[in-house]
C-alpha cells in the first residue's frame, strides 16, 4: 500500500494523546502510522497494546522527527498528520535548551518542509501548549477563598492572548506554533494549532515534571508522598483524553473551515479545578491518602490558567463530555486495570517507578 497515502501519521503516536488518538482511528477502520523515538517511559507499553489491539493495521516506526531523512517518507504516504512529537517538560528544557530546540523547531520544520513540498500536502494538526502566553503576568488574578480567579471575570484565556515565551520550553514550542500557523497563510499548507491545556487520561505515565493530573494519582495508588510547587490554589482547566480525541478530529474533518486556525483547548470553566482540589479529589476515589508537601513555585507557574474554548465550540460545535470528577473515576480504574497488567523490560528505562513516583508537581 506504500504510496497510496492511505495512511495517517502520528508523531509522537507512542505517546499519552498519541496512543489513544491512534485506538480512536484505528477502531474506526483507519490506517495508521505511528513515528515514535521512544525516549519516554511507557511508550513501548503503549505500543505493544496498540499493536496487540490492531494488528497489521498499525505500522510501528522508530522514527526521530530530527531526522529529515526518516520522517519526510512517512509525511509523503499520508493524507493527515497530527504532529505530536515533542519535548514536552519546562524543567528537561531549562537542563538541556539545545535538544529542546531541535525537537520543537527543527522536528516541526522537518514535518512542515516534507508536507509543503507535497503537490497535494496532508493536513497538519500541531499541538502546542498555553505556555505560549507565559507567566500572564499582565492578566490580574485574585485568591478568592482555597482558589485563585481572573479578578475581571473573565471565563478564560482567548486565542487573542498576548503570546510571551517563557522558558526554552515556552520559546521552542512557541516558534513551532507560529511556524504551523505562517504555513497556512504563507503556503496555503492546510494546518490547524491546538493549544493545549491540561490532557489527563488513561496510558499516561506521568512526571513530575509533565502529566501531573497522572502523577497525582499513581502517588496515592502507590503511597507515595506529593510535592504541590506553589500554594495548592493554583487553578487549572483539566480535560479527559476522548474530549481532546474528539476535538482533533473534527477539526481535521472540517480541514477546509479550519485551515490555519489556531484554538485553545482544555476543560474550559466548567473543569477549572484547584491542585489540591485534585487531590482531595483523588484520595475520596482511592480511599487513600499521602503526605502532601509544598514548595516554592517555579519560573513561569500560572496562578490560574483557564482556557476559553469559545471558538471552538462555535466553529466545530464541541464541548467537553466528561466532567473532571468522571474523568479522575476512569484514571483511577486505568491505574487498577494498569497495575494488574504491569509487564516487565517493556521499556529499558521503565521499572517499578512507573505507577509508583516518588513525588509529584502541579
Not at 497489521?56 to 530530527?66: A, F, L, N, S, T
Amino acid at each position: 500500500m506504500k504510496g497510496k497515502r492511505d495512511h495517517i501519521l502520528i508523531t509522537g503516536g507512542a505517546g499519552f494523546v498519541g496512543s489513544n488518538l491512534a485506538d480512536a482511528l484505528l477502531r474506526d477502520g483507519h490506517r495508521v502510522i505511528v513515528a515514535d523515538n521512544f525516549s519516554r517511559d511507557g511508550v513501548r507499553r503503549n505500543a505493544a497494546w496498540l499493536q496487540a489491539n490492531h494488528g497489521g493495521r498499525v505500522r510501528i516506526e522508530e522514527v526521530d522527527v530530527r531526522d529529515a531523512a526518516h520522517i519526510t517518507p512517512l509525511v509523503r504516504e499520508s493524507r493527515q498528520v497530527f504532529h505530536l512529537a515533542a519535548q514536552v517538560a519546562v524543567t528537561t528544557s531549562l537542563e538541556d535548551p539545545a535538544t529542546d530546540l531541535q525537537t520543537n523547531i527543527i522536528g516541526t520544520f522537518n514535518v512542515l518542509e516534507a508536507a509543503r513540498t507535497m503537490l497535494n500536502p496532508p493536513t497538519v494538526l500541531f499541538t502546542s501548549t498555553n505556555k505560549v502566553y507565559g507567566g500572564m503576568d499582565d492578566v490580574k488574578v485574585e485568591l478568592a477563598g482555597d482558589a485563585y480567579r481572573y479578578a475581571d471575570g473573565r471565563p478564560g484565556i482567548a486565542e487573542d492572548a498576548r503570546l510571551d515565551f517563557h522558558s526554552p520550553y515556552g520559546c521552542s514550542k512557541g516558534a513551532a506554533d507560529q511556524y504551523v500557523h505562517d504555513y497556512a497563510r504563507i503556503y496555503g499548507l492546510p494546518t490547524i494549532v491546538f493549544r493545549m491545556s491540561c490532557i489527563y487520561g488513561t496510558r499516561q505515565f506521568g512526571t513530575e515534571d509533565q502529566g501531573w493530573v497522572a502523577h497525582f494519582g499513581r502517588a496515592l495508588y502507590g503511597r507515595e508522598p506529593i510535592t504541590v510547587y506553589g500554594d495548592g490554589c493554583q487553578v487549572r482547566d483539566i480535560l479527559w483524553i476522548d474530549d481532546l480525541v474528539e476535538a482533533m478530529r473534527l477539526a481535521t474533518g472540517r480541514i477546509d473551515t479550519v485551515a490555519g486556525e489556531v484554538f485553545n483547548i482544555g476543560g474550559g470553566a466548567g473543569n477549572a479545578v484547584t491542585v489540591r482540589g485534585v487531590i482531595e479529589r483523588l484520595a475520596e476515589i482511592t480511599g487513600r491518602s499521602v503526605p502532601v508537601h509544598t514548595a516554592d513555585w517555579r519560573p513561569g507557574d500560572q496562578r490560574i490558567y483557564v482556557s476559553d474554548t469559545s471558538k471552538l465550540e462555535r466553529v466545530l460545535g464541541w464541548k467537553p463530555r466528561t466532567s473532571w470528577k468522571a474523568g479522575l473515576e476512569n484514571l483511577v480504574d486505568w491505574l487498577r486495570e494498569a497495575d494488574l497488567e504491569m509487564p516487565v523490560g517493556m521499556n529499558e528505562s521503565m521499572d517499578e517507578r512507573v505507577l509508583a513516583p516518588a513525588a509529584a508537581a502541579s
